[in-house]
């Protein structure tokens, strides 16, 4: 019974030891956590938020300064019986995280709102929490009706210089995907004002 423990032990050091040397990521578990569309002002807006594991070889790269781009990518379709699925939004929204070595500061922008945040912890929040995107004027959307959409964050690969692209090829910690996360809703009426 002892060869047997002595045999596990040493087939456990062993895969530890070429995980480690290899670089093979752990199971890394991305994901959508929620999403919640909202209608606020006559427009749908979504708020998400993201479960997503940076690898430190990542993070070690952007505090050399190399901004890393992620982008939400959303898709509203509306079901249709006797055709392809009417398409009522398709949307990407990318975020810059970026580190200032000068300044020793984090910077996260979507579009052309920035914010300095002090950590990358903080930084990385903002991407995590994705907050008052707007997607759709909410009249495109019929009230009562239920609609179909789908979510997913990946770092954008495409926006890095070209050889760290060459680079994201190769190694796992560069391969940042959540699946898509599927949800449905639907647009209640909505009450007017008291005033």
């Given at each position: 019974m ?24 752990v199971?890394r ?34 505090e050399?300064?190399?901004p890393?781009y ?12 006797w055709?392809?699925?009417k ?11 970026s580190?200032?070595v000068?300044?020793r500061?984090?910077r ?13 912890e903080?930084?990385?929040?903002y991407v ?23 979510l997913?964050?990946?770092l ?7 050889p760290?692209?060459i680079d994201s090829f ?8 959540t ?17």
């Amino acid at each position: 019974m002892t060869f047997f423990r002595r045999l596990f032990s040493v087939w456990c050091v062993v895969g530890l030891f070429v995980v480690m040397q290899t670089g093979w990521s752990v199971a890394r578990a991305d994901q959508i956590v929620s999403v919640e569309p909202v209608v606020r002002n006559g427009q749908l807006y979504i708020d998400a938020d993201v479960d997503i594991y940076v690898d430190p070889e990542l993070r070690q790269a952007a505090e050399k300064g190399m901004p890393l781009y992620f982008t939400a990518d959303l898709e509203i379709v509306a079901d249709r019986w006797w055709w392809f699925d009417k398409v009522l939004a398709n949307e990407h929204q990318t975020f810059r995280l970026s580190y200032n070595v000068l300044t020793r500061q984090w910077r996260v922008g979507a579009g052309d709102l920035t914010l300095p945040e002090a950590t990358f912890e903080d930084a990385l929040a903002y991407v995590k929490h994705i907050r008052g995107w707007a997607v759709a004027p909410a009249d495109a959307f019929d009230t009562g009706k239920e609609y179909r959409g789908r979510l997913r964050l990946r770092l954008d690969t495409s926006r890095l210089p070209r050889p760290f692209r060459i680079d994201s090829f190769n190694s796992s910690a560069w391969s940042i995907v959540t699946p898509w996360k599927d949800f449905l809703f639907s647009i209640s009426p909505q009450t007017p004002d008291p005033s």
